[in-house]
């Protein structure tokens, strides 16, 4: 994908921390694991590994929001209690709380992160 190569670099020496979890080919009685039951752990890891770096980027990108004017007329808008939200992605449900604005002008609420 996009990343540069010092950067999957750095992927590979995580995933040696992350091998860590895995905890290995074997059972704790000893028996050795099946392919299924080793990839099924990896897949579980990997899930709560993308799952937090979407958590963590969308709060940022919440607080990056640099405007707060109204997209219709560009009036600063008043602010509303953050809109709890809640997405179904394929790596587990992913929450955070959104910036929301009302303009009394438009009479309408917005929010500008979804631009
Ligand atoms: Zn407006």
């Not at 929001?65 to 790596?91: F, H, N």
């Not at 929301?100 to 992160?113: E, L, N, Q």
Request: charged content about 30%; glycine content about 8%; overall charge neutral.
């Amino acid at each position: 994908m996009g990343l540069s190569a010092k950067k999957r670099e750095h992927v590979r020496e995580l995933v040696s921390e992350l091998q860590k979890i895995a905890g290995g080919c074997l059972h704790p009685d000893g028996r050795p694991k099946t392919f299924a039951e080793m990839e099924n752990e990896c897949i579980e890891i990997g899930d709560l590994v993308t799952n937090g770096l979407l958590t963590e980027q969308v709060a940022k990108r919440d607080a990056d929001v640099p405007s707060s004017c109204c997209p219709t007329c560009g009036r600063v808008g008043k602010r509303l209690p953050d809109e709890p939200r809640l997405i179904e992605t394929d790596r587990g449900e992913v929450g955070w709380n959104e910036p929301a604005y009302y303009c009394d002008h438009c009479r309408r609420s917005f929010f500008p992160s979804r631009r």
